[in-house]
C-alpha cells in the first residue's frame, strides 16, 4: 500500500473513532465508496481497537487481569489503548494501566520488535521524577498487547474539564499551564521529549496538581510508520510541523503544542482548525497564525505577539523554553486586564476611523485642527494652511529603534530548594538595564549568582531612545523533599533490578540506601531481607526496625509481614493479639495477603472474636484481588483446622 493510502487509512480510521461505533459502518460506506481494499484496511484497524477494548470483558465472576495486575474497571481511552484502574495485588497499591494493542502499529513480522522500542521509550520515561510527571511503575507484554503500570491520577484530564465544567478562571488557566511548562522542561532537560502535548494527556490530581502523562509513547507509534509521521496520532490539532514534516524534533516542539494548548484555554478554540486532515496539516505548517485577539478581543495585541512566537513554523523562533513561554504569557495577559475599555485597537478601515465628537470654544479649534494635519499626513502630502506657510519649518524625524535582548537566560533552569542558578544576560541599544526581583540596575552585559526560596521569574527591563524592552525567565525551585524521593525512587527500581539479577549484597546495598531516603518499599525490602538471611546475615532487630519504618510510611506489605513475626513468634514474641492487629492494618490499606490472614484469624478466633461470616467475607475481598490461597480457602469448608 501506497504511503498516500496509508495516510487515507489513518485519516478515516481517525475520523471513525470521533464518531458513535453505531455510525461506523454507514460513515465508511459513504467515505471508501468503491473502495473494496480501504474500507478494509480501515476496518481491520477498528476491529484491533476493539479487541484491546474489550479483551477485558469476561465474564464477570471471573479475575480480570493484565500480567500480575487486576482490573477493577476503565478509566479512559485514547487513539493508542485504553487505561485502566488496577491494582498490583503484590503490595496492595491502586495503579492506572494502560494496554496498547500492538498489531495496527506494527509493520509486518516486527511487532516484537515494536513493543521493545516501546518499552524502552517508557524505561526513559520512568526515569523521569517529577511531581508533574505520571510515574511510570512497570511494562509488559500479554499477547499482542503491552501494557504499562502507571501512578494512578485522581482526577479528570483537561480535556475532561473543558467539556464538561464551568470555565477555567485566569488564575488556573495560567496554574495549569505553569505546572505544565515545568514538567515538559524537567523532561527535557533529561532528554525526553514528549511529543504528544494535548488536554487529554494533561492530568489534573485532585482538580488541581497537573501530571502529565504518556510520554514516548507517540516516538514509537509515529515512527513505525516514517512516512505518515504526524497522521497514525489522529488528529494533528497540536503537532509541531517539524512533527508532521518528519523533521529532528527538540523540546520547542512540546513547546508549540503547548501554546496550542494555551491557545484553546485562553479562546475557547483550537488555533488550527479544517475540515480534512490534509487542510489541518497544511494550515500548521503553511499557514498564518491566526490572532487570539480576533477570537476574544480582551485580549491584547501583546498576547497575540507571544503566541505567534511560540507557534512559529521555525523551531528556532521560538521561546527557549517552555517557562519562559508561559512567563511571557503571562505578563502579557496582565496587559490585557488591565486594559481600559475605552482604548481601542488601531483598524485600517476607513469606515471605522475614529471621527471627532463636536466641542466648544479654543479646546474645540485646537483638537480640530491637529485632526486635519493628523488626517493629511496620512491620506495626502502635508500642505500648511496660508496663514501658517510663512513660518512652517521642515519636520525632520528622526526614527529610534528600542533596545534589543540579545541573551537572557537562567543555568540551570531548575534547582532544588537551596540551590543556586546564574542569571545571563546581553542587551544593546539600551541606556538603562533593570532586574526585578530586588536585583535592580545592572550592566549591558553580566551575569549574577542567584538562590530563589522559590519558583521565580525574573523580568529584565532595558530602557533606550527608542522605547523599552521587556524579557522575563524563570527559574523552578523543587523542594528538597521531591528531589530526595526521586533519588530513593531511583536506587529502589536499581537494587529491584539487581534484586532480579540475583545481585543480592547489592540490592541490599541499594535497597538500604533509598530507604535512608525515604522509600517505603524499600524499607519493606530491606525488612524481608534481614527476616530471610537473603543476600546479608539475617538479623530479626534490623528487620523489625526497617518494616516497622515501613509500616509506618504506609507500605500495606510490611504491615502484613509483622503480622506473620507476631503470629508466629519469628523474631519477637508471639502475639495473636498485635498479630491481628497488623492484618487488619494491612487490610485497611488494600493489602490481599493481609486480608487472608485475618480471615484465617477471624476463622480460628486466632487474637480476635471468632466470627466464619467475617472470614468468608476476607476471604472473597482477597480472591477477587487474585490472592491464590484465598481461591483455595473458597472452596474448602470453613471451620478449625
Known amino acids: 500500500m501506497s504511503p498516500e493510502s496509508h495516510q487515507r487509512v489513518r485519516q478515516l480510521f481517525q475520523e471513525a473513532l470521533e464518531r458513535p461505533e453505531a455510525e461506523w459502518l454507514a460513515f465508511l460506506d459513504g467515505a471508501c465508496g468503491n473502495d473494496a481494499d480501504l474500507l478494509s484496511a480501515v476496518q481491520r484497524l477498528l476491529r484491533a481497537r476493539s479487541r484491546s477494548e474489550s479483551f477485558l470483558q469476561q465474564d464477570s465472576r471471573q479475575v480480570q487481569r493484565v500480567g500480575r495486575y487486576l482490573v477493577r474497571g476503565e478509566l479512559g481511552r485514547g487513539a493508542t489503548g485504553v487505561v485502566f484502574d488496577a491494582i498490583d495485588p503484590m503490595i496492595g497499591r491502586s495503579i492506572a494501566l494502560k494496554v496498547i494493542h500492538l498489531g495496527p502499529w506494527s509493520k509486518p513480522g516486527q511487532l516484537e520488535f515494536t513493543a521493545d522500542r516501546l518499552f524502552k521509550e517508557a524505561s526513559s520515561a520512568g526515569q523521569l521524577f517529577h511531581p508533574g510527571i505520571v510515574v511510570v511503575l512497570d511494562v509488559g507484554q500479554q499477547g499482542d498487547m503491552a501494557f504499562i503500570a502507571m501512578e494512578k491520577v485522581e482526577g479528570p484530564s483537561l480535556r475532561s474539564v473543558l467539556a464538561s465544567g464551568p470555565a477555567l478562571s485566569t488564575d488556573e488557566i495560567f496554574g495549569i499551564l505553569r505546572q505544565t511548562a515545568a514538567a515538559l522542561d524537567y523532561a527535557h532537560q533529561h532528554g525526553v521529549v514528549h511529543r504528544d502535548v494535548k488536554p487529554e494527556n494533561i492530568l489534573l490530581h485532585h482538580g488541581a496538581d497537573v501530571k502529565v502523562a504518556d510520554f514516548g509513547i507517540a516516538k514509537v507509534i509515529s515512527s513505525e510508520h516514517p512516512s505518515e509521521t504526524g497522521v497514525v496520532m489522529g488528529t494533528p490539532s497540536y503537532m509541531s510541523p517539524e512533527q508532521i514534516e518528519s523533521r529532528a524534533i527538540d523540546g520547542r516542539s512540546d513547546q508549540f503544542s503547548l501554546a496550542v ?27 498564518p497564525r491566526p490572532a487570539a485577539s ?13 503566541l505567534q512566537r511560540a507557534l512559529s513554523r521555525y523551531p ?9 513561554f508561559i512567563e511571557a504569557l503571562t505578563l502579557a495577559s496582565r496587559e490585557s486586564s488591565s486594559m481600559q475599555p475605552a482604548i481601542a485597537r488601531p483598524v485600517s478601515s476607513p469606515a471605522t476611523r475614529w471621527k471627532p465628537v463636536a466641542l466648544s470654544g479654543l479646546a474645540a479649534a485646537v483638537l480640530a485642527l491637529g485632526f486635519l494635519v493628523y488626517r493629511f499626513k496620512r491620506d495626502v502630502p502635508a500642505v500648511p494652511p496660508p496663514s501658517l506657510a510663512a513660518t512652517a519649518k521642515p519636520e525632520v524625524k528622526v526614527t529610534q529603534e528600542a533596545p534589543k535582548v540579545n541573551r537572557f537566560r537562567a543555568d540551570p533552569p531548575s534547582i532544588e530548594s537551596g540551590g543556586s542558578a546564574t542569571l545571563t544576560w546581553d542587551v544593546s541599544g539600551s541606556g538603562e538595564v533593570t532586574i526585578d526581583q530586588g536585583i535592580g540596575k545592572v550592566a549591558g552585559t553580566g551575569a549574577l549568582r542567584v538562590q530563589p526560596a522559590n519558583s521565580t521569574s525574573y523580568a529584565l527591563t532595558a530602557v533606550g531612545p527608542g522605547g523599552s524592552t521587556r524579557a522575563t525567565v524563570a527559574i523552578n525551585v523543587q523542594p528538597k523533599s521531591s528531589v530526595d524521593a526521586a533519588r530513593a525512587r531511583q536506587f529502589y527500581i536499581s537494587g529491584q533490578e539487581k534484586q532480579r539479577a540475583g545481585k543480592l549484597p547489592e540490592t541490599a546495598q541499594l535497597f538500604r540506601q533509598a530507604a535512608d531516603l525515604g522509600n517505603a518499599g524499600a524499607m519493606a525490602e530491606l525488612g524481608e531481607m534481614y527476616r530471610g538471611g537473603d543476600g546479608i546475615a539475617r538479623d530479626y532487630s534490623e528487620a523489625l526496625q526497617w518494616l ?6 504506609g507500605s500495606s506489605s510490611a504491615m502484613n509481614t509483622l503480622g506473620v513475626m507476631y503470629a508466629l513468634g519469628e523474631g519477637v514474641q508471639a502475639s495473636k493479639e498485635v498479630a491481628s492487629k497488623w492484618f487488619q492494618k494491612a487490610t485497611d490499606h488494600g493489602n490481599a495477603a493481609g486480608m487472608y490472614n485475618l480471615g484465617g484469624m477471624y476463622e480460628n478466633g486466632w487474637g480476635v472474636s471468632k466470627d466464619l461470616d467475617r472470614a468468608m467475607q476476607l476471604y472473597r475481598q482477597a480472591a477477587l484481588m487474585g490472592n491464590s490461597q484465598a481461591l483455595r480457602r473458597l472452596t474448602q469448608k470453613p471451620g478449625p483446622k
Open 316 to 324: 528556532q523562533e521560538r521561546f527557549e523554553s517552555c517557562l519562559e
Open 261 to 287: 494548548v494555551a491557545y484553546e484555554l485562553l479562546t475557547g478554540v483550537r488555533p488550527f482548525r479544517a475540515d480534512t486532515l490534509t487542510a489541518m496539516v497544511h494550515e500548521i505548517v503553511y499557514a
Open 548 to 553: 516497622q519504618r515501613a509500616a509506618d510510611a
Open 294 to 306: 480576533k477570537v476574544k478581543p480582551a485580549l491584547s495585541l501583546s498576547v497575540d505577539r507571544v
